[in-house]
């Protein structure tokens, strides 16, 4: 079992950054492929990005190509979203995903563990 908490989530003006957390229990993480996805109100949920498990993959959405950056860190269980350039579209609950030795996919379906989501709220 993964439990993944996600923090960083806030108000920011469109043009600006934030980055995102997430950070899983256990000993496994260097294990599991992470992604991040989103749903905004009335939506469905999207995929943004994802890292495998080695870290030797990396996979976005295009739409955030060149303004969001997805990074991790195995000795700190983390898993971050970097996100700069943010727009009024970006608006959304960001979701984290964990799927053991996942071939960083973006589909939904293939992830086994999320968390709770954290808000980000773009303003124009």
């Known amino acids: 079992q993964v439990q993944l908490v996600e923090s960083g989530g806030e108000l920011v003006q469109a043009g600006g950054s934030l980055r995102l957390s997430c950070e899983a229990s256990?000993?496994?993480?260097?294990?599991?492929?992470m992604a991040w996805f989103r749903q905004a109100p009335g939506k469905e949920r999207e995929f943004v990005a994802a890292i495998i498990w080695s870290g030797s993959r990396i996979n976005y959405q295009d739409s955030v190509k060149g303004r969001f950056t997805i990074s991790r860190d195995n000795t700190k269980n983390t898993v971050y979203l970097q996100m700069n350039s943010l727009k009024p579209e970006d608006t959304a609950v960001y979701y984290c995903?964990?799927?053991?030795?996942?071939?960083?996919?973006?589909?939904?379906?293939?992830?086994?563990?999320w968390g709770q989501g954290t808000q980000v709220t773009v303003s124009s």
């Open positions: 995903a964990a799927d053991r030795y996942g071939s960083a996919g973006s589909r939904g379906e293939n992830y086994d563990y």
């Open positions: 256990g000993r496994t993480f260097s294990t599991y492929t």
